[in-house]
Nanobody, 124 residues
Framework: QLQLVESGGGLVQPGGSLRLSCVAS????????IGWIRQAPGGERAGVSC????????DYADSVKGRFTISRDNAKNTVYLQMNSLKPEDTGVYYC?????????????????WGQGTQVIVSS
């Protein structure tokens, strides 16, 4: 059974850091583009970052460039999202997704599977 399971969310003060993890089962992450999307309270889901399947190229939403870093560990079938210099507007539920495309499409990310999400709250 195909599953994506996120973890690592929590409450953090502005300027702080969190690292989200996404573990896959039922398929190999190194065969697919993998991304992160988030849904702010009362908002729609929006692409945050993705990492491409073949060359590991990455893409980021403008709002997180320079602060967030996506990476993958194929041996662990895991993708990470390191989030630094967090802002209150980063608050939301973060979902790991299996994306159909990656680089150049983060603002219109297309995906076929997603996890249950992990809550991130940035507040003082």
């Amino acid at each position: 059974q195909l599953q994506l399971v996120e973890s690592g969310g929590g409450l953090v003060q502005p300027g702080g850091s969190l690292r989200l993890s996404c573990v896959a089962s039922g398929f190999s992450m190194d065969d697919y583009h993998i991304g992160w999307i988030r849904q702010a309270p009362g908002g729609e889901r929006a692409g945050v970052s993705c990492i491409a399947v073949i060359d590991g190229r990455t893409d980021y939403a403008d709002s997180v460039k320079g602060r967030f870093t996506i990476s993958r560990d194929n041996a662990k079938n895991t993708v990470y999202l390191q989030m630094n210099s967090l802002k209150p507007e980063d608050t939301g539920v973060y979902y790991c997704v299996r994306a159909r495309r990656c680089v150049g499409t983060i603002n219109d990310i297309d995906y076929d599977y997603w996890g249950q999400g992990t809550q991130v709250i940035v507040s003082s």
